[in-house]
């Protein structure tokens, strides 16, 4: 049972109270006082009829306005309020004594070191938590609110250190001990990019209605939110540039530079002094130039088609994903760049490394945070809002009002192939909306190759001999379904050969669980 009793703040109010729970025997658990001079009472539950005569004589005593019961004390809402809010924060969280021993931890912490909680208290916080000196700080003379890098569960993490003081009766403080807040890199992630979002939803662009795409959304999202370098992989078309710049709007860096550079695109000392900048001297030049990872200094780099890359120039990039330092080009000086690197590529940067064309350990290094970007035609769920949201876009521009798509737009979108991709039917869908006439799409505003008979997915200027094409289509295909299917009598059974005829074909063309991507 507990009561709250109102009263005035008279000295000796609280002892008269209290002897009237003598003479009535009644056992005392606990007792509060709290500022407004409220005295809160907590007692084992007592019989009705005893009760009755308890309230009345409380109620007479001098200064005492009213007698309540209450459902609980307010140290124990208190109490409840912390071990739920300790509970439900996903972050670690250590509270300590003044000897730097354990005496609260909650549910994080207890699933991070997979021990009960009776197993944590009493443990030296120096043991559990590396990389600061708890005790050290907490001896020193003048403490204050610290935050460091530490280590916990050998994953980094920053803490905020906190000392926990308690009032004495001459008015001054003293240390009680200490709490200890964990924050990862992927939390510190989500708070930085949930309080910079400003634009909107960083991912609006990328139409995701397919299971797969929401995936790649999903998995995108987690790791905008990291600093490590990322790795795009997908067809040519498929739209991995932006899905590089939504990572980039949804990171911390969104205010700072995205600056691009196609690998493919550059011979390879263009490429270097574009991304690295020259020093005085070189080149003939007086003056010094800063390339590309200096100018996107705090922003996100984003390298297109890093397959294409020249080995002089995969080491240098090596270099700076490891210490993030370069030099210019004919300079000895060492330039320190804070720089997120996002890399895109359309080829299999396995079979190159199996090649000797990349790095392997430059491979290992982008291939951390790696996500694919389907082709559209895995992706079917996805090309009829694709195709809308183009024609809204480019009626807008041409100036007229967007056409719908009739059944059989719809059902010829569906069912090409679509080798170009999302880029092919952007373009596609453009042409159809410039030249089209009257309120609406057909299967025949839409010009592809491989609509008729008389256009082929081969170029015009192809070289080679039939068998050459023959067998480049095979492994090709097999390449493809080898995943889906990965032995040999599935993959026989699936294109209806026998299992020996598979078996040759896939040894002659070096298809096996190691040179394909799963």
Known sequence: MRLEIICQDRLGIAQDVL???????????????????????????????????????????????DVKTIPYMPNEREKHQLATLLQTLPDPVFSIDPKGRVVLVNEAVVAGLECSIDEIKGSDINELVKGFNVNRWMDSDNIQVETHKVQFIEQDFIADIMPVMVSDVEGGNILAGAVLLLKSEYRLGQQVNAF?????????????????????????????????PMLISGETGTGKELLAYS?????????????????????DNVAETELFGYGPGAFGQSESKSGLFEQAQGGTLFLDEVGDMSPQLQAKLLRVLHDGSFRRVGDAKEVKVDVRIICTTHKDLQRLVDDGLFREDLYYRL????????????????????????????????????????????????????????????????????????TELSKDSIQLPGANSEISYFAEDFEGTLDEAVKNFEKELLRRLYPAHPSTRQLAKKLGLSHTAIANKLRDYGINKKSVKF
């Not at 003598?22 to 001079?37: P, Q, S, Y």
Request: proline share 6%; glycine share 4%.
């Open 19 to 65: 002897d009237i729970l003598v003479r009535h025997e009644i056992d005392l658990k606990g007792i509060e006082i709290d500022k407004t001079g409220k005295i809160y009472l907590h007692f084992p539950s007592i019989e009705f009829a005893e009760f009755q005569h308890l309230m009345p004589e409380i109620r007479r005593i001098d200064g005492i306005s």
């Open 196 to 228: 910079n979002q400003t634009d909107g939803e960083s991912f609006e662009r990328i139409q995701a209605n397919s299971p797969l795409m929401k995936k790649v959304v999903k998995e995108a999202r987690k790791m905008a939110e990291l600093d490590a």
């Open 247 to 267: 990572c980039h709007l949804a990171s911390r860096r969104a205010e700072q530079e995205f600056l691009a550079l196609n690998c493919a695109s550059l011979p």
């Open 367 to 438: 291939n951390v945070m790696s996500v694919h970007l389907p082709p559209l035609r895995e992706r079917k769920q996805d090309i009829v809002p694709l195709a809308e949201r183009f024609v809204k876009q480019h009626s807008s521009k041409v100036g007229c009002r967007p056409p719908k798509l009739n059944r059989s737009c719809v059902e010829y979108l569906q069912s090409y192939p679509w080798p170009g991709n999302v880029r092919q039917l952007e373009n596609a869908m453009y042409r159809a909306v410039s030249l089209m006439e009257g």
